[in-house]
């Protein structure tokens, strides 16, 4: 942060220890949303360093990402922008919120942000005690614990304040320990008592604390309650963790016991000097450390800071666990080295082999570890050889790194009995049971990190060169610290490869395990070894899950999966979390590292049991099928469904309303897509509800955004043999196919593929599948400007619908005929058609139709003339488009409002509606969306008097309008042409009437 020494009665302020709170002198700002605090709080704690879009991104959604979190994030950091500086000029640079090189920075004076002033203040306590002033030390102490007002952060999510939340609340509690102890040096022991109490209830465990309320007792001539404190923080030790009171608390007792004169008069000498231990010779055993260690600085600094937090505490034993090959071991003995000087006693280190088939005796370990420490002859039994081993480390202060544990069993005799000495553990499972442990995952390195160790092997030269290859190659290398170091090692081994060449060879994922191994070392043994350690119904659980290619699957999904009792499949795959072979993040949700799925996926390959794979993307598929059809019931209620080619039963999921729904669609489209494209190749009877799930997929998400992967797998199920050997199911995937043509805009394919879909469907048969393919037909062809041949289909549907008894698809038809019947000049038919849809749809009570029929109204209306009228019922639709979170639809409403309100004379109105428009279109890549809203922008700020910027967005809006091969193109060109001497396009070609 900028350093100033004053701010002005205007100046921003900030409070993050409590609610996030800011102020302009002494004025509340409204922060917004919590995601919106999310990045304040994000740019605030970092002091004025750049936080890059990537970081803000995981720290505010972590692995729940969504699709346009950017986007999102853009959208805070300019709504900050206009709280924080409500008076900056249009297009100048924000002076408060600064844009940096792939991230942003918050500019602000130290003193603005409570935490900094906090920080300050306590660093000045600490000056001022070591000149001798305890009384200064102490008030300016409570002045900085003043501050707080609350659980810092409070309400703020996402995984980085809540790490900040833990960071802050453990800072509270040490500087209220610290004055506490300063309390009692100047005696004001009867004052700190409450607060000790109060402290020590809440934080049972800390010894310091409960070894400063006895003091204060005892000075207060409270001696049997302070021998009382003693007794009943032994007795919770022992029975949660199993250990005696450490030496300062065990000191404190003794001494009250004795009557020392010394704890009842304050001394402000510092502490005697602790004698010097008997002469013996270090054990030093840490394996050497490597010489390209990268990242993983932060964990460092934690760890580091855990480790030495050991005095006057019980054992500090901290706990890595992670996959094989995540670089458990190196991170470890990395930090160790760093930590020497502050175990002067020794290092002991031994590898426990608990990953392999013969793990390590705890016995033969304590002789090696006793032999090191100087004893001469080690006891015969475990239990004696532990009590030694205890005994000799009792006054010393000693780092003990036991390597590649089994499980807590084989730990609990290595583990030293008093405080001073310091565990570190490393295992591929997660040590729960271990009493008193810091448990630490360790996950793969971050992308930068990645690369910076690859550079450290391969040369910082020949990375540079090709820099996108090498972020291939690490991200194929899932950023597992192991297979980095072998693609790196292999590459720097052979000079006449390029980056690009490995980057091709890992691309693969059939053959990326053989290429991630040199010598000896080998990820798919590595991971193999995990793999070996489970149970038989665990195996067959890790391969199962993997026949789903999806960031993360959720539980519903994991027990169809398996085909188990839910309690059974969580159970199960919680044993894969504990084991490093599955990881779970969000509760309920379950995922794979990369590499880890590619390795499940091959055990499937090479176990070839077809039969009982394909069985288990049957349950999940008729799983998917339901739940998306219940999720259409909800959203799209009274409208005709396409008739499934695979009955499945219902749900026994019910959503509680179509919001639910909704919410559950996005965070399913991974799951739904990654199940579908399981099966593509499959034989009928997987291929059939598969495809009925992409149909019932497609007609509720309109998501531009998803167009490439769903068009992916409609062509491969398109082509498949399987669907050529049933035209039923071939007309199901033409019509999804047109659905999705028609939704990215691409009017040519999706003409061919309805029109395929209707040529293989029973003219005589009225279905609601043919209904849908003749309606999405007559709107693609009035999307390319041929409203005469729309009718046909239209017409075709409307019998269909009449025949199958559906007022609601109707209503929606006669919605689609008005439009049509504006541009072949039939007004009044047009018209009569569009109210009399909305009237059908008000007295249904179906609100999704009720938004298309009003949004077809408007259309209608702005296009005969009546553009007042036109806007009434456009700002209906729109407002029900946005209740159903239907931002496609949103974007449409606004443009078309827009040009009601430009046809009106409102330009300032009309500018703001397509300018929310065109900031929906732009988020979900809603291209003819951004051209409609694009022109509507450039012809209203023409009128505002800004031409330049209004010719801009005019020029874009041709742009996309001529890419897309639609009939708006010609009007913007002409409006271009009349205000602009030099047109930038040549000449359209004339479009059909």
Request: glycine share 6%; hydrophobic share 45%; with cysteine.
């Amino acid at each position: 942060m900028e350093h100033q020494d004053t701010r002005s009665a205007e100046a921003l302020r900030f409070q993050v220890l409590g609610p996030v709170q800011a102020w302009r002198g002494d004025v509340p700002l409204a922060l917004g949303s919590p995601q919106q605090q999310a990045v304040l709080v994000a740019l605030l704690l970092s002091e004025g360093r750049p936080v890059t879009t990537d970081d803000l991104v995981d720290g505010i959604w972590g692995d729940r990402t969504p699709p346009q979190a950017v986007a999102a994030l853009r959208t805070y950091v300019s709504r900050l922008r206009s709280v924080l500086e409500p008076n900056r000029a249009a297009r100048k640079p924000s002076e408060v919120l600064v844009s940096m090189t792939d991230g942003y920075a918050l500019r602000i004076p130290a003193d603005a942000l409570d935490s900094s002033v906090f920080e300050q203040r306590v660093a000045e306590a600490a000056a001022v005690r070591a000149d001798g002033g305890l009384r200064p030390a102490h008030d300016t102490l409570v002045a900085a614990l003043d501050l707080w007002r609350g659980r810092p952060l409070a309400g703020v999510p996402g995984p980085y304040a809540e790490t900040q939340r833990g960071r802050l609340s453990e800072r509270q509690l040490a500087v209220a320990e610290e004055r506490c102890a300063l309390a009692l040096e100047i005696g004001l022991h009867a004052d700190v008592v409450a607060e000790l109490n109060s402290l020590s209830a809440a934080h049972p465990l800390r010894e310091r604390l409960r070894e400063l309320l006895m003091l204060a007792l005892y000075r207060s001539g409270r001696q049997a309650e302070s021998l009382g404190v003693y007794a009943d923080t032994r007795k919770l030790l022992i029975d949660e963790l199993g250990v005696e009171p450490g030496s300062g608390l065990s000191a404190m007792h003794a001494r009250i016991l004795a009557g020392d004169p010394e704890l009842l008069a304050p001394s402000a000498a510092p502490p005697k000097a602790a004698a010097e231990p008997p002469p013996f010779v270090p054990p030093a055993q840490l394996p050497a450390d490597v010489s390209d260690f990268s990242g993983r600085g932060k964990m460092v600094n934690e760890l580091r800071d855990v480790l030495r937090a050991g005095s006057g505490q019980a054992v500090v034993v901290t706990s890595l666990a992670g996959i094989g090959g995540v670089g458990k071991t190196t991170l470890a003995v990395h930090v160790a080295h760093s930590l020497r000087p502050d175990f002067p006693d020794g290092q002991l280190y031994v590898d426990l082999r608990g990953a392999g088939a013969s793990p390590a005796d705890p016995a033969v370990v304590l002789g090696d570890f006793l032999h090191a420490l100087g004893a001469p002859d080690a006891p015969d039994s475990l239990e004696q050889r532990a009590a030694l081993y205890r005994s000799l480390l009792a006054d010393k202060r000693m780092l003990i790194l036991l390597d590649n544990a089994r499980d807590a069993g084989q730990l609990r005799p290595l583990i030293p009995g008093v405080s001073g000495n310091a565990v570190m553990v490393t295992s591929r499972s997660r040590l729960a049971e271990l009493p008193g442990a810091h448990l630490v995952d360790i996950e793969e390195l971050t992308p930068d990190e990645a690369l910076a160790l690859f550079s450290a092997i391969v040369g910082a030269e020949r990375v540079g060169a090709e820099p996108e290859a090498a972020l291939q190659v690490v991200t194929s290398c899932g950023f597992l610290p192991l297979a980095v170091r072998i693609a790196a090692a292999r590459l720097a081994s052979r000079p006449r490869w390029s980056v690009s060449d490995l980057a091709r060879r890992l691309a693969d994922q059939r053959n990326r395990l053989q290429e991630l191994q040199l010598g000896n070392l080998a990820v798919e043994t590595t991971l193999g070894l995990g793999y070996a350690q489970l149970r038989p119904e665990e195996a067959r659980a890790f391969r199962l899950l993997a026949l789903v290619d999806s960031p993360d699957l959720p539980l519903a999904a994991v027990t169809a999966l398996l085909g188990t009792s839910e309690q059974e499949a969580e159970n199960l795959a919680e044993a894969l979390v504990e084991a490093n072979m599955l990881e779970c993040f969000t509760p309920g949700r379950y995922r794979y590292h990369d590499l880890l799925r590619l390795y499940a996926q091959r055990q499937n390959a090479k176990l070839g049991d077809v039969r009982r794979q394909r069985q288990a993307l049957l349950r999940l598929l008729d799983l998917l099928h339901a739940t998306v059809y219940d999720a259409l019931r909800l959203i799209e209620p009274d409208d005709l469904a396409a008739e499934p080619l695979h009955p499945a039963a219902p749900s026994d999921r019910p959503f509680a309303d179509g919001d639910a729904a909704r919410n559950w669609l996005r965070a399913e489209i991974s799951v739904l897509l990654g199940a579908v494209e399981a099966t593509i190749d499959a034989p009928l009877a997987l291929l059939r509800p598969a495809v009925d799930v992409l149909q019932t997929m497609t007609s509720v998400i309109e998501d531009p955004t998803l167009v490439p992967r769903i068009r992916t797998v409609l062509r491969a199920a398109a082509a498949s043999p399987a669907a050529h050997e049933d035209p039923e199911t071939l007309a199901h995937v033409h019509y999804a196919l047109g659905h999705i043509h028609q939704v990215a805009s691409e009017l040519t394919e999706a003409e061919e593929a309805l029109t395929r879909s209707l040529g293989l469907q029973p003219a005589d048969r009225p279905t609601a599948l043919r209904s849908a393919t003749a309606n999405g037909l007559g709107i693609t062809l009035f999307l390319a400007g041929r409203p005469a041949e729309a009718l046909l289909p239209y017409q075709q549907a409307q019998e269909t619908v009449r025949r199958l008894d559906s007022p609601i698809s109707e209503a929606r038809l006669l919605g689609n005929m008005a439009r049509t019947y504006v541009s072949l000049d039939r007004h009044a038919e047009a018209v009569d058609a569009a109210r009399a849809a909305v009237s059908a749809a008000r007295a249904s009570g179906n609100v999704p139709c009720l938004a298309d029929t009003l949004y077809q109204l408007g259309v209608v209306l702005r296009s005969t003339g009546s553009p007042g009228e036109a806007a009434v019922h456009l700002r209906e639709a729109h407002q029900l488009y946005r209740q159903q979170q239907h931002p496609i639809w949103e974007g449409y409403s606004l443009a078309r409002l827009a040009a009601c309100l430009l046809a009106d004379g409102q330009f300032a109105a009309a500018a703001r509606a397509a300018e929310e428009s065109l900031s929906i279109a732009q988020e979900i890549e809603a291209a003819y969306c951004q051209g409609m809203a694009n022109a509507a922008l450039g012809e209203a700020l023409l009128e505002l008097g800004q031409p330049s910027r209004g010719l801009a967005c005019l020029q874009e809006a041709l742009t996309v309008f001529t890419r897309l091969g639609v009939p708006e193109a010609q009007p913007v060109q002409d409006l271009i042409a009349s205000r602009h001497t030099e047109p930038s396009l040549p000449p359209l070609p004339p479009v059909a009437p």
